[in-house]
């Protein structure tokens, strides 16, 4: 099965603290409208995590899926660091 048309992102776990769930939190630059600059945006997106791998201050990533419950979308693919 191929998975080249779902997103995968990067970020870092903020919480590890459910079962089978951790909160990543996401930073993007974008561009401001008005001043030019680049700021940073960030969100959380929680995750499911099949394993309980991942712990808090690891770098992950993760990439679109089912919905597991009300708030996971998303399913743990590996640890970066």
Not at 36 to 47: E, L, P, Q, R
């Amino acid at each position: 099965m191929s998975t080249s048309f779902k997103r995968t992102l990067t970020g870092e776990v903020t919480s590890d603290k459910a079962s089978k769930t951790i909160v990543v939190k996401v930073d993007r630059k974008t561009m401001h409208p008005k001043y030019n600059k680049f700021v940073t945006t960030s969100k959380k997106y929680h995750c499911h995590d099949e394993k309980e791998l991942a712990s808090t201050g690891n770098l992950v990533t993760i990439i679109e899926s089912k919905p597991h419950s009300k708030l996971k979308r998303w399913e743990l693919v590996s640890i970066v660091k």
